[in-house]
């Protein structure tokens, strides 16, 4: 698996873990570091009544 490729799946397996009740669009994100260590995040959101 290529580099680009590599990101692209760890992408996609962050927004598994996506929350987005409100909007429905899910987003996983992924970032290989200068070290090659992979991060990966994904959007949460909540609604706040205040």
């Not at 927004?15 to 949460?44: D, K, M, Q, W």
């Amino acid at each position: 698996m290529g580099e680009n490729e590599t990101l692209i799946s760890a992408a996609k397996q962050a927004r598994e873990n996506a929350h987005a009740p409100f909007s429905n669009f899910r987003v996983g994100a992924a970032l290989r570091a200068t070290s090659g260590r992979i991060f990966g995040g994904c959007n949460v959101e909540n609604a706040t009544y205040g």
